[in-house]
């Protein structure tokens, strides 16, 4: 398809690289068929590396088609939706593309949720079954009790970490640390109710015929938001297969390709290039359950990792790392990544010592990733890049939906054949996401921006309620209604703390019950958080306050926190 030529509201054009088509061909199959095809061409060739053991690709289909086999066997049905609680590690492949193969709906919960979290990613999807790592079945157990019966899982399958590790490691370049090795081979006592993963996989179940279509829904990951709990995002086959072709064109992949899996897969963006991705292009994943600065130069060098999609923090996080004149970074070719922006003078330091340029990229969960990118061969820095295949990103007015000039802010809209179909079971807040304009449906996505006259967007705010830290979205609401839990908060507001490694961190401004004032201290709120809330999640620190400040209808008046929280933050600097 030739490219079409630059235009006022498509300047990027002029930029778009030449070895890329401007819209893709999108195969009519199931993500399942991907590994189907990548098992016949390069069986013996390792689709996951974890610890210096292989996983080859006829392998992961073997596997894969034995759980399906299983959890049909257990009653999963078509359409029916099996929950993905782990650590990225090959069995998070497996189980994967086994509940695909069953032809039914893969629900990605974050492994770093608690058991009061974890309730919600049983009931609101109607799962049935769970697949999780042995760490965390006694989350899923907790949770699972305290549901009414009708609403409960009935079957769990639990693996451990090192049921696919090498009981020892051919060189010290792959041991993990001592700590990041006790957890992974531990063994809990595990719920009486739930099936260990050999077992199930022992049993050797043939799964009836692959059947779902293009249109069916293969995967639905939860964003949460301004008000209430997280929501379902409906993705169909056809529009995750968008990016995870599109992923692997932009980004030079191929089945050489040998890709550095640390993102987590649970994450819409790991999802996209640290598993749907590689294995449509036959490629390598090195996978890391935890991120290590040491183990990922030391990776890096011994596989000779040549694509690594991460988020910023991780890359400040490895040049700092003692040992970097010992690492062999001259692999890389493709470095690229999101969530936070990239520094200047980082960047500046890959480029003039190991020749590397970051291309950042946008996207969301609705967006099954990115829907915008920054082409590897041109890439500007704090930039989201330019609309990436069949992609039409418009900046307009929040109000009026006026479509705005280069330069100005406005919210920026999304169209394209990656953007979701819609929330789960929530028509309002789907019909709210969404906006018709010039007879196209635009995705709203609540971020504000700007683009410039080469047609590249810039991030400048954002209209809903979200902190970033370090690349993982934290949604107020979210960490209120958890807290209003706690017997001594009256009230509570969320607000957003700079920090200097993570980028914004997590502050809670409180105020106390009375038989609480003087007793219950900051750290006591903190250490109840972090017992209840994923890590990411829970706020770091807290201020008590008499009262919140209230708008005439009542509503808490966060924004004013907010910026009283800047002030002082500017004030200190």
Avoid at 103 to 130: G, L, Q, W
Avoid at 459 to 481: C, H, Q, Y
Wanted: hydrophobic share 40%; with cysteine.
């Amino acid at each position: 398809m030739e490219a079409a030529a630059p235009t006022p509201d498509r300047p990027h054009i002029k930029f778009w690289p030449k070895r890329l088509p401007r819209e893709l061909v999108v195969p009519e199959t199931s993500l399942w068929f991907n590994l189907e095809v990548s098992a016949r061409r390069y069986p013996r060739k390792p689709a996951a590396l974890f610890f210096g053991r292989e996983l080859t690709f006829l392998e992961l289909h073997r596997q894969a088609e034995a759980l399906a086999g299983w959890l049909q066997q257990r009653g999963v049905r078509r359409g029916d939706r099996v929950l993905v609680y782990l650590q990225n590690c090959p069995q998070y492949m497996v189980a994967f593309y086994a509940v695909l193969r069953a032809d039914a709906v893969v629900v990605p919960v974050n492994p770093m949720n608690r058991a009061e979290e974890f309730k919600h990613y049983i009931s609101d999807p109607e799962a049935k079954v769970a697949i999780c790592s042995a760490d965390l079945a006694a989350h899923v157990e907790a949770a699972n009790a305290e549901l009414p019966e009708s609403q409960r899982l009935e079957h769990l399958v639990v693996t451990r970490y090192a049921d696919a590790m090498p009981e020892q490691f051919d060189t010290p370049a792959e041991a993990p640390p001592a700590a990041m090795e006790a957890w992974l081979r531990s063994d809990p006592p595990l719920p009486a109710w739930a099936t260990r993963w050999a077992d199930a996989l022992a049993e050797r179940r043939v799964p009836g015929p692959a059947t779902a279509q293009a249109d069916d829904l293969a995967v639905m990951p939860y964003t949460s938001g301004t008000t209430g709990l997280p929501k379902g995002c409906m993705h169909t086959h056809r529009t995750i297969m968008h990016n995870t072709i599109g992923g692997g064109q932009w980004g030079h992949g191929s089945a050489e390709t040998v890709t550095l899996g640390v993102v987590p897969m649970f994450h819409i963006t790991g999802m996209q290039y640290c598993l749907l991705s590689p294995i449509y292009s036959g490629a390598t994943v090195v996978i890391m359950p935890r991120w290590d600065r040491e183990l990922a130069g030391q990776w890096i060098s011994r596989y000779k990792v040549t694509h690594w999609t991460c988020i910023p923090t991780m890359i400040i996080d490895l040049l700092g790392s003692p040992n970097m004149a010992r690492f062999d970074l001259s692999s890389l070719r493709y470095l690229s990544g999101g969530g936070a922006a990239m520094p200047q003078a980082v960047a500046e330091r890959l480029h003039q010592q190991y020749g590397l340029l970051f291309a950042e990229g946008y996207g969301l969960t609705e967006t099954a990733a990115p829907s915008h990118a920054n082409p590897p061969e041109r890439p500007k820095l704090q930039c989201l890049g330019m609309p990436i295949f069949g992609v039409d990103a418009r900046v307009v007015d929040p109000v009026t939906l006026e479509e705005l000039p280069p330069g100005e802010v406005g919210e920026i809209l999304i169209h394209g054949p990656m953007v979701f179909k819609g929330y789960w079971r929530q028509p309002e807040a789907t019909q709210a996401a969404f906006v018709d304009i010039d007879g196209k449906r635009f995705f709203r996505s609540g971020d504000l921006g700007r683009m410039d006259e080469d047609g590249y967007f810039f991030l400048t705010d954002r209209l809903k309620r979200m902190i970033n830290a370090s690349g993982f979205k934290v949604w107020p609401a979210e960490v209120e209604a958890l807290l209003y839990q706690h017997p001594d908060v009256q009230e509570a507001c969320i607000i957003a703390s700079r920090d200097a490694y993570r980028g914004e961190s997590v502050k809670a401004v409180i105020v106390l019950k009375q038989h609480a004032k003087g007793k219950t201290s900051e750290e006591q709120i903190v250490a109840w958080a972090r017992e209840n809330m994923a890590a990411y999640k829970y706020p770091r620190s807290v201020e008590f306050v008499d009262a919140l400040p209230k708008s005439g209808s009542g509503k808490v008046m966060w924004r004013l926190l907010q910026d009283q929280e800047n002030q002082r933050v500017a004030a200190a600097a």
